[in-house]
């Protein structure tokens, strides 16, 4: 195979998350050519050490950063019992993923760097705990999804009702933002009717404590515990409120995995966390991934100098 064909079947898979078996049959039907499914396999395999210093790269600048959205996902290894994880890191041009065997904290900070000094925007999972309160968001889609499920209490009564009242709350800090950013309400108005919003809203989250039932009062206890990392976007107004820009970048991967069935070995994991950190990233800078993934693959096959394709050197 030549450095086209392999740069081919490496946006099959990156961009549009086709099986190698697809792969194979759509080459069959395409070029008339039979390549075996080992064949495919190597090729992938080929590829992904091609990209071994762009995904560095990648990793690298994704770690200095000023604004992180990060995710995980599960991912299928299918010569392994214990699930595995699908890691990803976002910014404003850069996108880094990474299949790693868990979902702890170590693996956060690996991603994101045990030094990092952004500003992460994340769910509620306990693997960011370690993140400073102050430069840590959570995503405001999580929490009226949770409250929500306490809104929807089988049991009614005062579980439900405050639920419900925190969700319209929620909601408000949405709607408040959207004004805002309409040019509805100036500065003082959108920060003072945020900080008013904030107090009832702890008020509530307090006598939510104290309901019946033990899972939403432990629910209300916790969002209290990291009430700071629900308004840092007061502080910083670059920060979304939600973590849909992660969400948008790992959907590929949940694609891929459905579509594949997961992956058979260290270098099909790899290969997936390489060609989807490029072929996103591309996304978001609006350029070609075939264009960009051959000019790699041609200048090492060709030996000619590594081609820094993102520009990454001089961040």
Known sequence: MGPNLL??????????????????????????????????SEAQGRVSNMLTPTHQALHNAIKKAPIVHVDETTHNRNDLAQTQWVWLASSDDIVFQKIMSSRRQECAQYIMGKK???????????????????????????????????????????????????VLMCKSVFRIQHRYQNKELTEKQYHKRMKRLRQSFNALLLKGKAVPCKRYAGRCEFILKHEVSLWVFLSHPDIPLTNNEAERCIRGSVILRKNSYGTSSERGDQFRSRVLSIVETCKKRKVSALDIISNIVGAVIRREPYPDVFNLEKI
Request: proline share 0%.
């Open 7 to 40: 740069s081919y079947i490496s946006v099959l898979t990156g961009q549009y998350h086709l099986s190698i078996r697809k792969i194979q049959s759509l080459l069959q039907s395409q070029f008339g050519n039979t390549f075996s499914t080992g064949a495919i």
């Open 116 to 166: 990092f000094n952004g500003i992460a925007v994340t769910d509620q999972c306990a693997s960011y705990n370690w993140i400073d309160k102050n430069k840590h968001q959570f995503c405001w889609a999580h929490i009226i999804r949770n409250l929500q499920k306490m809104a929807d209490y089988s049991g009614k009564g005062l579980t439900a009702k405050i639920g419900e009242k925190l």
